[in-house]
């Protein structure tokens, strides 16, 4: 069964840019989370998907912002970049809404210049 | 807020076992996660224990868990070289909104030696 994959692997912008990750979830699964893992600070929870709709969000700013897709696949954009932005991005997926066991993908490395 | 806090290294010497630890903040927390990242990789699940639970095991891992301190622990036995990873330590963090994800700790940096 293909686990939680993520494009692209690398991606580089530069400030004021906009990026765009992907994420597919595993078969069957409903809710996607996107995880923020910048140096020095740990991973830090971004937004999490549901059926379609925005469950939840952590501390960022609105420029950061995503959607679900009626195949439960996901899409984080992150609008006017700037250098912090620089970080991991983590996707995780998750059979039901219930926080029971989150599966991650590898991760989209952003670097902005 | 929630709080989860981890050493940020340790170092054991190949066959030895690895006790990583991690203490958190949120006394709701129903199900805590030993996460594992290798270099370059993303996370991948370890192991997880719910909270009603002291202890897990699971092949050369063992969590144990004491609620009434809000300490989890994760030993590897007979560390191999293949376990040279960073280990993370989660809760599920929950707010007035509902449930807000996982929280981390800063990770562990597991270092064998020869």
């Known amino acids: 069964e293909a686990g939680v994959t993520q494009s692209p692997t690398h991606l580089i912008k530069t400030r004021g840019q906009q990026a765009t990750l992907r994420c597919s979830p595993i078969s069957g699964h409903t809710s996607v989370y996107w995880y923020q893992q910048a140096l020095g600070l740990g991973l830090q929870f971004l937004l999490w998907?549901?059926?379609?709709?925005?469950?939840n969000r952590g501390n960022f700013p609105p420029r950061f912002s995503g959607r679900q897709f009626p195949n439960y696949s996901s899409e984080l954009n992150v609008n006017a970049l700037e250098l912090e932005d620089s970080a991991l991005y983590l996707c995780?997926?998750?059979?039901?809404?219930?926080?029971?066991?989150?599966?991650f993908g590898p991760g989209t490395r952003l670097l902005v210049l | 807020g929630e709080d989860v806090e981890q050493s940020l290294f340790l170092s054991v010497r190949e066959g030895d076992s690895s006790v990583i630890n991690c203490t958190y903040t949120?006394?709701?927390?129903?199900?805590l996660y030993w996460y594992k990242q290798e270099p370059g990789a993303g996370l991948q699940l370890l192991t997880y224990?719910?909270?009603?639970?002291d202890m897990k095991q699971d092949q050369r891992l063992t969590v144990l868990l004491n609620k009434k301190d809000k300490h989890l622990s994760l030993r590897i036995a007979d560390t191999q070289t293949g376990d040279s990873a960073i280990y993370f330590c989660?809760?599920?963090?929950?707010?007035?909104?509902?449930?807000?994800?996982?929280?981390f700790g800063k990770g562990t940096h597991l270092i064998i030696q020869p």
């Open positions: 998907y549901d059926e379609g709709e925005e469950r």
């Open positions: 949120d006394s709701s927390s129903t199900y």
């Open positions: 989660a809760e599920i963090s929950y707010s007035g909104g509902g449930a807000d994800g996982l929280t």
């Open positions: 224990i719910f909270s009603n639970m």
């Open positions: 995780a997926s998750e059979a039901g809404a219930l926080l029971e066991t989150q599966y």
